[in-house]
Structures are given as C-alpha cells and as structure tokens.
C-alpha cells in the first residue's frame, strides 16, 4: 500500500489558517486522498477527499499538487474545537480498509 | 453522527474470557469495519464486512472473529480475551468511498 508522511504536530493560533502538509510519493493514479480527524477521547471522522482536483467543503479545503505526491489540507480559521490528530490516508475508494498512520498532532492556542 | 452505535462503552473482563462487542448501524451501509487502537498508533483494521455473511481478515486479525447475520449488526468476539486485546475498539460503517465511525469500546482485559 502506498505510505503517507506527515509531520507529527503542528501549532496553530487560533482564528488564523493551518496548512497540514502530507507526502505521498508513491501514490498510484487509483488512489484517493482522504483526510480524517479524531478529537480527543472520539472516533475518527471523515474530512474531505479528492483525486487530483482541489476539494473544498464546510469543514476545510485540499490542495493536491499536480504531480499528486503531496497534498494540504487547509483549515481556514482555526478554532479551539479543531485540535485533533489528523491522519492523511490514500485509499482505492473499493470499500477496503483505511490505513491509518501516525497522523499529525494539530494544537491550537487561543 | 452517522446513526452508529457501539456496546458496551466500557468493559473490565479477565484474561480466558470470552467477549463480544456489537456494533449497530441505521443506515443500511453495505460496508462495516472494526479497528483498535492503541496508545500512540493510529488506528489498525481487524476484521470488515461487505455484506451479510460476507467478512474478511484486515491487519491484526488473530484473536478475534466476526459475524454478520444482519446488515445492521457487526459482532466482534474475542474467544480468549488476553492482556494483549486491551485496547480502544472502533466500529465504522461506510459506503466505497467514506467510513463513519462509531464511539468506541474501552475494553481493559486483567
């Protein structure tokens, strides 16, 4: 399966935009990018997903690159309530697991 | 919240016992999953199904298996519980594309 790589935390301010940057060199042209979160004491929760065009919804933006080795996702005011591991996954969009890695710790000051 | 429900929340068991964890979903997804996830790692598939009857083995399956005799209930039985099977367990539902998850179940087996 093609891996991810993202930084393990990042710090935000609040109310300011937060940048979670993912590498995914070995990406095959099947794979979706998915980003999830999971706050404190929950399960994980589906955030946004795109091919290769950006993606924007109510909770936040993806911007892949045009090569499709990285992507950002991009939250654009930070709340207190968006502290959360965030977890960069690709995924084939056939139902299969999720494979989850370490994901990114995102702090966010008030 | 996805119409997903887990039981029991929390559970205290001794090692040699047998547990079952139910999942319970209203919104009919073909697709249902468990994962667990421990201290400091992301979150690892055990078992998922794609249908009634229909399951498969995911990454960390030994130990544990599975019955779906109904499309709304995903039964996850450890036979043996160990000290090793201590662990937050999460259901998930979903379509092909987005997994929903459920709650989670802190199980502390001694």
């Known amino acids: 399966d093609a891996k991810t790589t993202q930084p393990n935390s990042m710090e935000s301010n609040e109310e300011e935009p937060v940048h979670l940057p993912c590498n995914h060199s070995t990406i095959s042209g099947t794979d979706y990018i998915h980003w999830y979160r999971q706050l404190p004491s929950q399960g994980p929760e589906y955030v946004i997903h795109g091919l290769t065009s950006n993606v924007n919804n109510r909770m936040a933006s993806l911007a892949i690159a045009e090569d499709r080795k990285s992507s950002t996702l991009i939250l654009h005011r930070a709340t207190l309530r968006d502290a959360a591991v965030y977890y960069c996954i690709l995924n084939n969009n056939a139902g299969n697991m999720l494979t989850f890695g370490g994901g990114t710790r995102l702090m966010v000051k008030p | ?110």
């Open chain 2, 1 to 110: 919240d996805a119409g997903i429900t887990q039981s029991p929340r929390h559970k205290v068991t001794e090692t040699g016992t047998p547990v079952t964890l139910r999942c319970h979903q209203t919104e009919n997804h073909r697709y249902m999953y468990w994962y667990r996830q421990d201290p400091g790692h992301g979150l690892r598939l055990i078992h998922y199904s794609y249908g009634v009857k229909d399951t498969d083995k995911g990454e960390v399956s030994d130990g544990y298996s599975v019955s779906r005799s109904k499309t709304e209930d995903f039964l996850l039985t450890l036979e043996s519980a160990t000290s090793s099977q201590t662990s937050v367990y999460f259901c998930a539902i979903g379509d092909q594309e987005t997994q929903y998850f459920g709650p989670g179940t802190r199980l502390l087996v001694l």
